[in-house]
């Protein structure tokens, strides 16, 4: 997996396997949602080593889902809905406190799951700003508005710190790798349904199953 953090982000391929990601069904696919949240961290990574700590807590989340996937139950992972069944059903997530289970497939989603509401929306902050937004406002309004909530003090102040050397607009507009302004909006554009979609069909199946406060 270092490799694979190594290369050039690019956000069509998160794009890409973004739009993979979900069925006819619309069931999620995990190895899709997993290979999405692979190219967010090269993205993270691309943006400076202060991003680090960030992305160490989503390498070591998606690992352990990748765990799940390549072991002897991965057949039950194939679809964060057929995960979730198949651990509530063999009572494989600790419900109200971190005790057997601490890490379920369920409550290690349901993390990067609320990561990816941060993002989407940064990304729709990012894609309707003007040339003299501060990309680390937009990022701190997307955050206050979503993740911090479920992070405690010590961990809002790291972020809000990270945040502040945020490269600006222009050259955050350059790591994404889609070409020149106007065309990263567009792709924006795009990519920003998709990743509600996603995280949409995620948050009614946990509301439906009552896992939005899994310890
Ligand atoms: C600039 C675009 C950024 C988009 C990617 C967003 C990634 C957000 C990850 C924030 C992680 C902060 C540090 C880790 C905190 C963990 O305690 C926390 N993890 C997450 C993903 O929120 C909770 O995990 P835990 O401690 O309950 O295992």
Same mark, same amino acid.
């Given at each position: 997996?270092?490799?694979?953090?190594?290369?050039? @982000?690019? #956000?069509?391929?998160?794009?890409? *396997?973004?739009? #993979?990601?979900?069925?006819?069904?619309?069931?999620?696919?995990?190895?899709? =949602?997993?290979?999405?949240?692979?190219? %967010?961290?090269?993205? %993270?990574?691309?943006?400076?080593?202060?991003?680090?700590?960030?992305?160490?807590?989503?390498?070591?989340?998606?690992?352990? #889902?990748?765990? =799940?996937?390549?072991?002897?139950?991965?057949?039950? =992972?194939? *679809?964060?809905?057929?995960?979730v069944k =198949?651990?509530l059903?063999?009572?494989?997530v600790?419900?109200?406190? $971190?005790?057997?289970?601490?890490?379920?497939?369920s409550?290690?989603?349901?993390?990067? +799951?609320?990561?990816?509401?941060?993002?989407?929306? @940064?990304?729709?902050? %990012? $894609?309707?700003? *003007?040339?003299?937004?501060? *990309?680390?406002?937009?990022?701190?309004?997307?955050?206050?508005?979503?993740?911090?909530? +479920? +992070?405690?003090?010590?961990?809002?102040?790291?972020?809000?710190?990270?945040?502040?050397?945020?490269?600006? $607009?222009?050259?955050?507009?350059?790591?994404?790798?889609?070409?020149?302004?106007?065309?990263?909006?567009?792709?924006?554009?795009?990519?920003?349904?998709?990743?509600?979609?996603?995280?949409?069909?995620?948050?009614?199946l946990y509301t439906q199953h009552n896992l939005l406060?899994l310890?």
């Amino acid at each position: 997996m270092a490799d694979c953090e190594d290369q050039k @982000f690019s #956000l069509m391929e998160v794009l890409d *396997t973004f739009k #993979l990601c979900v069925s006819e069904q619309k069931e999620v696919y995990l190895q899709n =949602y997993v290979e999405g949240w692979r190219g %967010l961290v090269k993205f %993270l990574n691309s943006l400076g080593s202060v991003f680090g700590f960030i992305s160490k807590d989503v390498v070591n989340k998606i690992q352990i #889902l990748v765990n =799940y996937l390549n072991g002897e139950n991965g057949s039950q =992972y194939i *679809t964060i809905q057929s995960m979730v069944k =198949y651990e509530l059903d063999n009572e494989l997530v600790d419900m109200t406190k $971190r005790g057997r289970q601490p890490e379920s497939g369920s409550r290690t989603l349901l993390r990067l +799951h609320r990561a990816l509401r941060w993002l989407e929306l @940064f990304l729709e902050r %990012l $894609r309707t700003s *003007t040339e003299d937004s501060k *990309t680390s406002v937009l990022c701190s309004e997307a955050y206050n508005e979503s993740l911090a909530k +479920h +992070h405690p003090w010590v961990v809002r102040k790291a972020a809000g710190m990270a945040f502040c050397v945020l490269p600006g $607009r222009p050259a955050f507009f350059e790591v994404m790798n889609v070409g020149p302004p106007d065309q990263v909006v567009a792709v924006l554009g795009e990519a920003v349904p998709l990743i509600s979609e996603v995280y949409t069909i995620t948050e009614e199946l946990y509301t439906q199953h009552n896992l939005l406060d899994l310890p």
